[in-house]
């Protein structure tokens, strides 16, 4: 896999779920330094827009992140 796409992966919403170990994309050790740099840039952009086309204002990660939340009975 050559840089970009390894940007393009880390960059990404998409995270492994495993209840028994932290989350993380095994492609963001194999990024320089810059790539890595690059790729928070562009998560950053990605996540602005998804928010901006949302109705409610939410990202991937929002709405991943609240799917995880237990809700509450009133």
Do not use: C, K, Q
């Not at 393009?8 to 028994?20: N, S, T």
């Not at 330094?33 to 690059?38: H, K, Q, S, Y």
């Not at 996540?47 to 949302?54: F, K, P, V, Y």
Request: aromatic share 6%; proline share 9%.
């Amino acid at each position: 896999m050559n840089a970009e796409e390894l940007i393009e992966e880390v960059a990404g919403a998409y995270r492994p779920r495993d209840p028994r170990a932290v989350a993380f994309l095994p492609a963001w050790h194999d990024l320089s330094p810059e790539n890595r740099e690059a790729a928070f840039d562009l998560a950053t952009d990605m996540r602005a827009i998804e928010a901006a086309l949302d109705p409610e204002g939410r990202s991937a990660t929002v709405r991943a992140v609240l799917a995880r939340i237990p809700r509450r009975s009133p």
